[in-house]
């Protein structure tokens, strides 16, 4: 029995090699197979069979079996990606949020060593400076301007008035 070109052979065109790609899963738009795929080539699996010995049926199940727990991960996935994108953006909403707040309020801003020079412990001496935001920076990483002068959010060492203690003024 001849068995004529069906519209799956046709498909196999779009999957090409590009050997400028260091994985050829990002070579071209449509290399995964989708539920539609799947079910024309169970239909194409189906119409070819050899009618004297066809198919097992425990055999289809397990295939049937299998595409729906693809489909399960494939969905699993796409759900894992939204919460990433979720959290991420819940992210920079809270760090907006927070530095933002921090508009007009008195904050002690740790400043490293110009020359790098280290204390006894071997970390970078730091000294600490007070003044009031006056203004926050949300290009790029958060930075907050204290009287004027631009620091990075994370050198922000507290908020308000605090008293200093001994480690403090060890600095």
């Known amino acids: 029995m001849a068995v004529e070109s069906t519209t799956l052979m046709s498909d196999a065109a779009k999957y090409i090699y590009d050997s400028t790609k260091a994985t050829q899963a990002s070579s071209t738009s449509s290399n995964t197979l989708t539920t539609d795929d799947y079910w024309k080539l169970m239909a194409a699996q189906l119409q070819y069979q050899d009618m004297t ?78 003044g009031k935001v006056t203004g926050v920076d949300l290009t790029g990483a958060t930075s907050v301007y204290v009287d004027g002068r631009k620091y990075e959010l994370s050198q922000v060492m507290s908020v308000g008035d605090v008293p200093e203690t001994t480690e403090t003024k060890k600095s």
């Open 53 to 130: 010995n066809p198919m097992d049926n425990s055999e289809m199940m397990n295939q049937m079996t299998q595409m729906s727990s693809m489909s399960t991960m494939e969905k699993l996935s796409e759900a894992v990606a939204n919460f990433s994108t979720v959290t991420n953006n819940l992210s920079t909403v809270t760090l907006t949020s927070y530095s933002t707040g921090l508009l007009g309020k008195e904050v002690t801003v740790a400043v490293p060593d110009p020359n790098g020079e280290k204390d006894e412990d071997g970390k970078t001496k730091l000294t600490y400076t007070k």
